[in-house]
């Protein structure tokens, strides 16, 4: 449910992302998300032939685990075998994404332990589920390069994941929603809700009345700084909002390491 403002519907959204799907050659490859019941249906656009990944999905990710920094480990299982994957970015989510990767690369004929190594050196732009602990003892997530309903949700459920006493999502506004946003938002408030997750919404008062509400980044640092022992924070927020400075300045006194990729 991305840029809804200018496309419409979420079904807007999948038959625009169809036209490049119905524009492959029949010599080409269509790699579809089998777990998305709109992409899936992509397959009916073309007469490509179709590769698809996730559940149900001819490249799939089985016995799917998270270590303390919140990297997937998982068996990547594929026409030809199966073979470990340690991904070294964050959350959840990202075994999707690897598995998109590691579909485009069976079309390119490549061995799944070849596959592997590629997804365990991958690395992700800033400002994307970066983990920071800091010498207090908290934990900080810079999630904050853009934000939709989707990532929104992946991104406290990787909050949740976390081992802490306290957890906080420090959200802004996500833009481009059009008339479906406020619900869009209300939406996000009541998942972090249902995890246990406390909501200070920064400027965006679409979140609703049930969660605490602040009008700057820097009333929001004042309200969190330090973020001590047992406390884990997540940033995130559409780009227009300019939370990644907010992460920064929360991360960054005391910080006991830093493991974000540059």
């Known amino acids: 449910a991305v840029h809804t403002e200018l496309f ?3 079904a ?3 038959q625009a992302k169809g036209e490049l799907v119905e524009a492959l050659p029949p010599d080409g490859f269509a790699v579809l998300n089998a777990g998305d019941r709109a992409v899936a249906a992509m397959a009916g656009r073309t007469d490509a032939t179709v590769v698809t990944y996730g559940e149900q999905g001819e490249v799939r990710a089985a016995g799917v ?9 998982f068996v990547l299982e ?3 075998g199966r073979q470990v994957v340690q991904l070294a970015v964050r959350g959840r989510h990202n075994v999707d994404n690897a598995l998109a990767a590691a579909a485009v690369g069976r079309v390119c004929g490549l061995e799944l332990a070849a596959i592997a190594e590629g ?3 991958a690395a992700l732009s800033p400002w994307r589920m970066e983990l920071h602990r800091v ?3 908290g934990t900080v ?3 904050a390069y853009n934000a939709n309903p989707t990532s929104m949700r992946a991104a406290l459920d990787s909050l949740a994941a976390l081992t802490a006493a306290r957890r906080v999502a420090v959200l802004g506004a996500m833009g481009e ?3 479906d946003s406020d619900e869009a938002h209300a939406q996000v408030a009541e998942h972090a809700g249902r995890l246990g997750i406390e909501v200070l919404a920064v400027d965006a008062p679409a979140y609703g009345t049930e969660v605490a509400h602040v009008s700057s980044a820097q009333e929001a640092f004042d309200r969190l700084a330090p973020v001590g022992a047992g406390t884990a924070v997540l940033i995130k927020a559409s780009r227009a909002a300019g939370l990644e400075r907010l992460a920064g300045t929360l991360a960054a006194p005391g910080r006991a390491d830093d493991d974000t990729e540059d």
Request: aromatic share 0%; hydrophobic share 35%; proline share 3%.
């Open 78 to 80: 594929a026409e030809g």
């Open 65 to 73: 685990e998270l270590d303390a920094e919140l990297r997937p480990r």
């Open 177 to 179: 929603l059009g008339d």
């Open 119 to 121: 997804l365990e050196q």
């Open 12 to 14: 807007d959204v999948a």
């Open 8 to 10: 419409g519907t979420l």
């Open 141 to 143: 997530i810079n999630d």
């Open 135 to 137: 010498a207090g003892g």
